[in-house]
């Protein structure tokens, strides 16, 4: 088993489990739909402030090191940019994902299609081994910046880069659900894991 297919199917569990068709969760959370995947767990420094066990952190960004920078950035880019530059990603979230984050009731209108918002995640790079995620919150799109006031330390914040469209889904899920899943977490995975989905042929 490749180290995505058990990601895969996590994601695809919880939106089977948000009401999706599982026929049509399979066939759309797969490597026909996206190319490229990282999973991030929070740190406490990695949540938004009023979601911090620990407030002494005024940190919002989040840090991606390693390997992970290979999805937002290829590496020349990465090295010729300077850490004043703010760009912005396309990003898209699903609105039962909001609804399940937030604690109020799914509503799944069509079980065989994803209901997107489409909008705009920050970045920038602080040093030659850091880039920050959501660098400027104010400058996020409200859709983004909701997706992560449902997100607390220790949840995963999944995002998927399409293959065939512009633009990553981004995807919480909260602890209770993965542990379930994937229990020892932490020992199979890095704080920050990207992985390449290859096209079966």
């Known amino acids: 088993m490749a180290a995505y297919d058990m ?4 994601v695809q569990d919880y939106f089977i489990d948000l009401g999706y068709n ?9 490597n026909q739909t996206f190319i490229e995947m990282i999973s991030i767990r929070l740190a406490n420094a990695n949540v938004m402030i009023k979601n911090k066990t620990d407030r002494s952190s005024h940190q919002t960004h989040i840090a991606i090191t390693g390997e992970a920078i290979d999805f937002f950035y290829n590496e020349r880019e990465f090295i010729e940019m300077d850490n004043k530059r703010v760009d912005k990603q396309k990003v898209f979230v699903t609105e039962s994902n909001l609804q ?8 799944v209108s069509d079980v065989f299609f994803l209901n ?18 959501s660098k400027r919150n104010s400058e996020n799109s409200d859709c983004f910046n909701m997706l992560r006031l449902g997100l607390f330390e220790n949840d995963l914040l999944i995002m998927m ?5 512009e633009g990553i889904l981004a995807i919480g899920i909260p602890q209770t659900f993965y542990l379930d899943y994937i229990p ?11 992985l390449r989905l290859p096209l079966n042929v």
């Open 7 to 10: 990601l895969l199917r996590l």
């Open 22 to 30: 599982n026929v049509f969760v399979e066939s759309y959370f797969s």
């Open 116 to 133: 997107r918002i489409s909008g705009y995640v920050t970045l920038g790079k602080r040093t030659q081994k850091q880039v920050q995620l």
């Open 100 to 107: 399940n984050l937030s604690n109020n009731p799914v509503s």
């Open 161 to 165: 880069k399409y293959r065939n469209e």
């Open 184 to 194: 020892n977490y932490a020992n199979k995975y890095e704080t920050n894991t990207y």
